[in-house]
């Protein structure tokens, strides 16, 4: 027996689920309370949740069409109950509430020669339901191992190109100094050097400044340029910045806005942080070159953790470069003006202060990062 579409049949058990909600969600809850140790509260809670799952459940009984309910489960599947718990469970409790609706009809409509049909269009209903939300479980299952995989590969990956970055970063230190002494020693004993040449050797000093800064940065990104952590006061650090960066927002017609939260310290490098913030907000002013909106919040999060969030309105990052985007010398903008360490730097000073940085982002729409950080202790961990 199958059942399409919009049938008398659909309507009427729909009709019947209706009536006999509360009834159907009572039954339940007086089940599964003693079984699981659930107090009064918890139940009232879990009852209303379920009368709700019945409702959109039962609307699509009565318009298959209508899959609200699927939607529902499958972002549940994702980070609510299901998620939490054995799928079993949840698959149980669909199987109990099968029974409980198969007791009430089986009771009401016992002389009705609709029954048979009712109770056919109810076990395909269930099956149908039981299938879905497997399917969903095991979907977001491999999701979140997919996700803690690439944040492997990330790790390593980027614990590898920190050891070459240090190791030539060092090598290219000292020739470099000797190079910018050099030039330096060239304009003092040229006895009378002529515009060109002047001009030259400004050239050349304003570019090997530009290499000095790529090394920095380098050293910045491996282990070797991670400093000592301590307690750093984000807000002030933020206020600070974007009071740094005011005239270049007014230039390119971009609106900061601030909700600064009521935080713990941080425990991280302030010159690191500083480095971050500047970086996130030079990326998002960039990413927006007719101008928009910048909006940066901190906020607690997670009992002991700070969260910053950096949230641009600009061109968005394509989702197949969203991988990329941390790794060192990975850029989009043209040669001269990025060199592709800005985010690198970012990740590697978070990472060293035992945080993590997420991206989100919608291309056209515009990019979030957040960053989570452990706040710093009194007397702890922090002097
Ligand atoms: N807020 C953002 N919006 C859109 N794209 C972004 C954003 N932030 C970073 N990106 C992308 O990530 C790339 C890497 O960023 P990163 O800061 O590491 O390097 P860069 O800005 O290109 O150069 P650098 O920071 O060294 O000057 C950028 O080239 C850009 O494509
Ligand atoms: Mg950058």
Redesign the pocket.
């Known amino acids: 027996m199958t059942f399409p579409g919009d049938t008398p049949v659909r309507r009427e058990l729909a009709r019947f689920m209706e009536e006999h909600g509360d009834e159907t969600a009572r039954v339940w809850a007086d089940t599964i309370g003693p079984a699981f140790e659930i107090g009064a509260e918890e139940l009232e809670f879990l009852a209303k949740d379920m009368r709700e799952a019945q409702a959109r459940w039962r609307a699509h009984i009565r318009d298959p069409g209508d899959v609200a309910t699927y939607a529902v489960l499958r972002e549940h599947a994702r980070g609510g109950f299901i998620a939490e718990h054995p799928p079993s469970r949840f698959l149980a409790r669909q199987i109990k509430i099968r029974q409980i609706l198969v007791d009430l009809l089986s009771r009401e409509m016992r002389e009705d020669p609709k029954l048979p049909e009712l109770l056919g269009l109810l076990d395909q209903a269930l099956w149908e339901r039981i299938l879905h939300i497997t399917d969903f479980f095991v979907e977001a299952r491999l999701a979140e191992r997919r996700r803690l995989e690439l944040q492997l590969i990330q790790s390593e990956k980027m614990a590898a190109i920190g050891q070459l970055a240090a190791g030539i970063a060092h090598e290219i230190r000292n020739p470099l100094g000797i190079i910018m002494n050099a030039l330096y020693d060239l304009g003092e004993l040229l006895p009378d050097p002529t515009p060109e040449i002047r001009e030259d050797l400004q050239i050349a000093r304003a570019e090997m400044g530009r290499v000095q800064e790529i090394i920095n940065n380098l050293l910045e990104f491996s282990r070797e340029g991670a400093s000592e952590r301590q307690s750093v006061d984000l807000n002030r650090l933020i206020k600070q910045t974007l009071r740094l960066m005011r005239k270049h927002f007014e230039t390119a017609a971009v609106e900061a806005h601030t909700t600064l939260g009521e935080i713990a310290p941080c425990h991280a490098s302030e010159n690191g942080i500083r480095q971050v913030l500047l970086?996130l907000i030079t990326?998002?002013v960039?990413?927006m070159p007719h101008g928009g909106e910048l909006r940066v919040s901190t906020s607690p999060c997670d009992g002991e953790r700070v969260l910053l969030e950096i949230r641009?309105t600009?061109?968005?990052?394509a989702p197949d470069?969203v991988a990329r985007?941390f790794d060192p010398f990975?850029?989009?903008?043209d040669p001269g003006e990025?060199?592709?360490?800005?985010?690198?730097v970012v990740h590697s000073v978070i990472t060293h202060a035992g945080g993590t940085v997420e991206v989100v982002?919608a291309p056209e729409h515009g990019?979030t990062f957040s960053i989570r950080l452990d706040a710093a202790h009194e007397g702890g961990r922090v002097a």
């Open positions: 970086n990326n998002a960039q990413a641009d600009g061109v968005g990052i470069a985007i990975y850029t989009t903008k990025g060199t592709g360490l800005g985010l690198s982002s990019t």
